[in-house]
């Protein structure tokens, strides 16, 4: 059992802030139940449906309820994380980082002591509002203690790679780390090797192909059944009780989705073990997961999630998620361009131009890969445009165009230019331009542990609509991820939704449900409707 695995156990381990399923508040309602195994609420959901009268063309509104219970497992047990690409950037920074958090690692600066934290962590830097108090005061907690979650601290790491190189030595080769905390924290890392991954040099760019030198041979039913028997001997090592497995490597150029080869489960089961070789290695991993019983997460823009995979995982009943980490100027442009149609503010044209030196940048300087990356950036804007009918005619749309450059020079450190462009009163032109440098493996890091701690409680997440109903998980895509992913991948027939802080919001309100309290909203009538 590798150093990261058994920190626990370790002498010298900093106690967390707070243990995994620790929680700020009970509630104290009848319609709230607590258990030494679960939390279960009465949940009545409130909405309204519109219907439009085909000759007045007047819109009719009608309030409604739905009645949901929500049951929520409180213990957490021993949670495990398998990174595709643990070598790489991202998976080594979020390894070494987690290892400082656990130990209470800290490091010299120029600027004196720095100590760890998950700062850029929505679940572990961020508070959410619960309510008031006897003064009218607002009362905050926590994000990650609203409903019993995982603490980083305690998930056991482990994973894949194509390159051979220990996760100490990959740290050292992805130039992201204090030079001060890699050499604290290089010797457990060095014990850490990836697993033997999957390579298939037409999905990625040639320019990889020297680091390909730990690769799991065979046909691709034959990787798929190791990679099953990675997922299972990995859970049983370390005792787990469930294995997330989340893509953090190199962007794959998209697969060809065709009937016949990925529409179905079973299409793209047999496609597999015909060795087609428009089966990605992402989908592979994908389809191993979910034959565990491990959810998969897709933190790169390709379209692993196929229309196979949507099946298969729903008729698993194994959570997916994805696309794409959103972590520096797709956040920031979901964010702007909601604010500007949200102020009756016409975005014409939005410029977005990155250039970075780290591999990411290497891989996806070869066109078909950027095309991945160009397709998941591209769609961030459509439903808050789609929204407002009085700015934008149907099929209009914004001016949107995207640029990606390989400089090596300035490593992990990208910059991003922004500029929008939009229509203003009487015609006018308003001009908004943006420089952002992103540390981009820094920023990654957070969303893998973000990613990671709202799967595995929704693996703890029943719910039902009657009392003499069937429990039943929440639907297989987790679109509740959204907030973390560029091009969020969602349920058939349900709409994206890209507006930042609507996806915050809706994961706030969702847990509030798990726990019988209303939702947040800001009307704050006791400081409005008052004599």
Same mark, same amino acid.
């Given at each position: ?21 620790? /929680? ?63 070598? %790489? ?129 065979? /046909? ?107 972590? %520096? ?65 149907? %099929? ?31 015609? %006018? ?103």
């Amino acid at each position: 059992m590798s150093p990261i695995n058994n920190l626990a156990n370790s002498a010298d381990a900093a106690a967390p802030a707070t243990a995994s399923g620790s /929680t700020a508040f009970k509630v104290d309602s009848p319609s709230v139940r607590y258990t030494d195994s679960s939390i279960e609420s009465d949940y009545v959901y409130d909405s309204t449906v519109v219907s439009r009268d085909a000759a007045s063309g007047k819109y009719s509104a009608k309030p409604t309820q739905v009645h949901y219970k929500f049951r929520t497992k409180t213990n957490v047990g021993r949670v495990g994380l398998m990174m595709v690409g643990w070598g %790489g950037n991202n998976g080594s920074t979020v390894t070494a980082s987690i290892l400082a958090n656990k130990k209470g690692i800290s490091w010299e600066t120029r600027k004196g002591t720095q100590e760890p934290n998950y700062f850029g962590s929505l679940m572990m830097a961020s508070t959410v509002k619960l309510g008031v108090d006897e003064q009218l005061k607002d009362v905050y907690v926590p994000f990650n203690e609203v409903v019993p979650m995982a603490h980083p601290n305690d998930i056991v790491i482990g994973g894949w790679d194509i390159n051979s190189k220990n996760i100490g030595d990959a740290m050292r080769r992805a130039q992201v780390l204090p030079v001060d905390l890699q050499r604290r924290v290089y010797d457990e890392l060095a014990e850490l090797k990836p697993l033997p991954s999957v390579y298939y040099p037409d999905f990625i760019a040639a320019n990889q192909e020297e680091r390909a030198d730990n690769l799991i041979g065979g /046909t691709k039913q034959e990787q798929l059944d190791h990679l099953r028997k990675d997922i299972r001997d990995f859970k049983q090592a370390n005792g787990l009780d469930r294995v997330i497995v989340m893509w953090t490597a190199n962007t794959e150029r998209y697969a060809d989705v065709a009937v016949g080869l990925n529409d179905t489960a079973d299409n793209l089961l047999q496609s597999i073990a015909n060795g087609h070789s428009e089966v990605s290695p992402s989908t592979l991993f994908a389809v191993a997961s979910i034959l565990e019983g491990a959810p998969f997460i897709n933190g790169s823009p390709q379209n692993t999630l196929v229309p196979g995979v949507i099946e298969l995982a729903e008729r698993e009943h194994t959570f997916v998620g994805g696309d794409d980490f959103k972590s %520096g100027q797709t956040k920031i442009k979901s964010v702007l361009a909601e604010f500007l149609v949200n102020a009756g503010i016409k975005p014409l044209a939005i410029t977005s131009y990155n250039h970075l030196g780290n591999n990411d940048g290497c891989n996806l300087s070869a066109p078909a890969q950027f095309r991945s990356k160009e397709i998941s950036k591209s769609s961030v804007v459509d439903d808050m445009v789609g929204a407002n009918h009085l700015l934008y005619k149907k %099929g209009e749309h914004p001016d949107h165009t995207i640029v990606i450059k390989y400089v090596p020079s300035v490593g992990d450190s990208k910059r991003a230019m922004d500029e929008y462009v939009s229509e203003i009163f009487m015609g %006018g032109l308003n001009t908004i331009s943006l420089y952002n440098t992103c540390e981009d493996s820094l920023l990654a890091s957070p969303l893998i542990i973000d990613l990671f701690m709202m799967t595995e409680l929704m693996t703890r997440v029943t719910y039902r609509q009657g009392d003499d109903a069937e429990w039943l998980p929440f639907h297989s895509v987790l679109s509740i991820l959204s907030y973390m992913l560029k091009a969020p991948v969602v349920a058939p027939n349900t709409p994206v939704v890209n507006a930042l802080a609507k996806q915050r919001m809706a994961m706030e309100n969702i847990l509030r449900a798990f726990v019988g309290l209303p939702p947040n909203n800001e009307m704050m009538l006791e400081h409005k409707a008052f004599h």
